[in-house]
């Protein structure tokens, strides 16, 4: 028998269009010589379609368009995820279903037994589990559903496991359903936890999964077919739609190695994607705007804005100030040049001035104003100062959005989030944090990365230390300690969960240093609650995969 697998980009909530989509790809595949095409889970409303499934009418529209696909099934047989009213259990009514469609009909159904309630899944808020499982009878072949979590036992141990249970029922071939979400490394893991399965049960496996990005979430595909000896067949590419023919009873020699993107090459092209869809499902026409400062977070946001939408949708504001260095416009220059954008200089020293007046009358003598004095004499920059540089470049960006209706794109990293070096309402502005589950080491490996061909973020801007240039000769290494350390402490505390006194000390660093870096993750999550959604690369993104209350008294010792 010859199966496709179809690798799709739905939009969550329209329901029509993913509909035709189907419809296509699934002509493509009949025009292919497949008897049968698999889709990934919930394609008709798109995935998470989250509480979109408590709007009146959102089911029932959904339901209707599923009807309207039946008729597509006349050339060949379709299986594709949708939502299924189900008997009532524990309050739910809704089963996240594999449907299959033979000769213009619904031939068999089977729901979700699996309903993940961690990362970024919260699914037994919607749907109710399966109560049995069975495998349809398909073309003389006898055909197992499961759906994304159900494939997962490997990794989690849940007390059923969907796919033996139909393995020793007899399914012949099993297909998995699913819209599993991307972060680096992900793709690997996958295909390690499906050929174990596979091998462990005897069966093969087509494992279908979602590509494109919906909000914070980017999925990467990377869908394949996996043999009953564990080993894979064929490998569908990352990032992008894609659609492949398999003849499951004579299938092609297994692969010696995936042609795949890793590393930096793999969170730059996941990136792109979620960026470009960003823009694309809410259909922003007029593209980005991006405030350049000559560092390297917003440079790297610029290339990857760049890559994702073209240089002529692509606008960089340069807004030097008070203590910004002649290099820091020079860079954002040289930066523009090489990319191909627009850009627009604002002074924001006569704004800052200003402010500083009325400070000066707002608290007297608590604010002494401070000029720009020959070096060595005594300054006070406090916050006050500071943060107004950062807010009055935020609300220019801002005037730009509301005026042009371009989409303001925030350049802060996750080493910056995580321990609030970065000013609310300010460099925090924006509809898309694109670098905030970023490490700052990981943003050098990016711009490094983005120079493989030639020079595209100046090596100036690469090679300068990092500073915020919010007062006289500042570095981010006066408020913080370096990166290596940083990022090092910051990843055992939030990827692995550790606690100050269990995350082991990178070199250099002290046991309080490590206590200090933790109280600091701990106490800014209040800032990381207003800034904008992060695009997810890692499993514990800020407001997505790790979720902490902000008020706690919880220090571990």
């Avoid at 490998?235 to 499951?248: G, K, N, R, T, W």
């Avoid at 500071?386 to 609300?395: F, L, M, P």
């Avoid at 794109?409 to 694109?434: M, R």
Wanted: glycine content about 8%; proline content about 7%; hydrophobic content about 40%.
């Amino acid at each position: 028998m010859r199966i496709a697998i179809a690798q799709i980009n739905p939009t969550v909530g329209d329901l029509a269009g993913n509909r035709r989509l189907i419809e296509a790809t699934a002509a493509k595949a009949a025009a292919s010589g497949a008897a049968l095409v698999l889709f990934s889970e919930l394609a008709l409303t798109g995935y998470p379609p989250m509480d979109l499934l408590e709007r009146r009418g959102f089911v029932e529209d959904q339901l209707r368009e599923l009807d309207a696909l039946a008729p597509a099934s006349q050339r060949i047989a379709i299986a594709v995820g949708a939502v299924l009213r189900c008997e009532r259990q524990g309050g739910k009514s809704l089963a996240n279903a594999a449907v299959l469609f033979a000769n213009g009909a619904r031939v068999a159904t089977q729901a979700k037994t699996l309903l993940p309630t961690y990362d970024v899944f919260d699914e037994n808020r919607y749907f109710a589990p399966a109560v049995s499982r069975a495998p349809a009878l398909f073309d003389g072949v006898s055909l197992g559903l499961t759906i994304c979590e159900d494939g997962w036992v490997g990794r989690i141990p849940y007390e059923v496991d969907p796919t033996g249970d139909l393995a020793r029922q007899g399914a012949r071939l099993v297909a998995n359903l699913s819209a599993s979400p991307w972060h680096v490394g992900k793709p690997q893991q996958r295909r390690e936890l499906f050929c174990a399965l596979a091998k462990r049960h005897g069966v093969p496996i087509a494992f279908a999964n979602q590509v494109g990005g919906n909000d914070e979430l980017i999925f990467d595909g990377g869908s394949f077919f996996v043999d009953a000896q564990g080993r894979i067949r064929v490998s569908l590419p990352l990032f992008e739609s894609a659609l492949e023919v398999i003849d499951v009873d004579d299938p092609p020699a297994p692969l010696t190695a995936i042609d795949e993107p890793l590393g930096a090459a793999q969170l730059e092209a996941g990136l792109v994607l979620g960026i470009r869809d960003y823009f694309r499902k809410q259909q922003l026409p007029p593209g980005a705007v991006i405030g350049l400062s000559g560092g390297v977070d917003s440079a790297v946001t610029a290339h990857l804005a760049v890559q994702a939408l073209g240089a002529d949708r692509v606008l960089g504001v340069l807004m030097p100030g008070p203590f910004s260095s002649e290099h820091s416009v020079t860079d954002a220059e040289a930066l523009a040049r090489h990319l191909g954008i627009e850009t627009r200089c604002v002074d924001i020293r006569p704004i800052y001035e200003r402010y500083l007046d009325v400070f000066a009358e707002l608290f007297g003598a608590r604010f002494p104003r401070s000029e720009p004095q020959a070096s060595g004499e005594p300054q006070n920059y406090g916050l006050a100062q500071q943060n107004i540089q950062s807010r009055i470049r935020g609300a220019t960006l801002m005037a730009i959005s509301n005026a042009e209706n371009r989409l303001v794109l925030a350049t802060g990293n996750k080493s910056e989030l995580s321990i609030g070096y970065c000013t609310l309402y300010g460099d925090t502005v924006g509809g898309i944090a694109v670098l905030g589950d970023v490490y700052k080491r990981d943003v050098y490996a990016l711009a490094r990365h983005a120079n493989r061909n030639g020079e595209r973020i100046p090596n100036s801007t690469i090679d300068k230390p990092p500073s915020a240039e919010l007062a006289p000769d500042q570095r981010d290494q006066d408020d913080l300690p370096p990166y290596v350390i940083l990022d090092a402490v910051l990843e055992q505390a939030i990827e692995g969960g550790r606690n100050a006194e269990s995350i082991e000390p990178p070199p250099h660093a002290s046991r309080e240093l490590v206590r200090q870096i933790v109280r600091r993750l701990d106490r800014n999550e209040y800032k990381r609650r207003q800034s904008p959604p992060v695009l997810r690369t890692s499993p514990k993104a800020f407001g997505s995969g790790r979720r902490l209350p902000i008020v706690h008294r919880y220090e571990a010792d």
